[in-house]
């Protein structure tokens, strides 16, 4: 049987962040048609001195413990944080944060980071900001991956 670290119990007993946050900045909408996942993040964006931070964000997932577990964390990861930064992020960092996930739940941690890359392009786009590369051609993919599925 696979164990989950104290730390992805914690999140999925007190998932943090959790809800939505009404007239959010960047919504980030992902599923797994695998495993049924679904998650939802919303973030909020403050500017001061020339740079974007994520002043607050939530999350909704329907999904199994480490689903749960990784958009709990991956919202305490990002909260404050320069949004450049955010950019960064990946899926090894939850894990990091979490302290391991069983192999067949890794998928969730991607999730994650799938809905925060999400949330971050749907802001940038709203803002007619240039989206970095990476966002885009992670965008594109997962827009690719949803057709396929039929979303």
Known sequence: MDMYTE?????F???KNMGVIEEA??????????CGDVMHLYIKVESRNG???????????????SAIATS???TEIVKGMPVEDAIKLTKDDVIKELGE?????????????????EALYDYMTKRGMKVP???RERHK???????????
């Open 25 to 34: 900045d960047g919504i980030g909408k992902v599923g797994n048609p695998v």
């Open 7 to 11: 730390k992805v119990m914690e999140h």
């Open 72 to 74: 709990s964390v991956i």
């Open 13 to 15: 007993r007190n998932p």
């Open 133 to 135: 590369d990476v966002v």
């Open 141 to 151: 993919r997962l827009s690719r991956s949803g057709e396929e599925h039929g979303h």
């Open 51 to 65: 740079k974007d931070f994520i002043k607050d964000v939530k999350f909704q997932t329907f999904g199994c413990a």
């Open 101 to 117: 996930l069983p192999p067949q739940k890794v998928h969730c941690s991607v999730l994650a980071i799938d809905a925060l890359n």
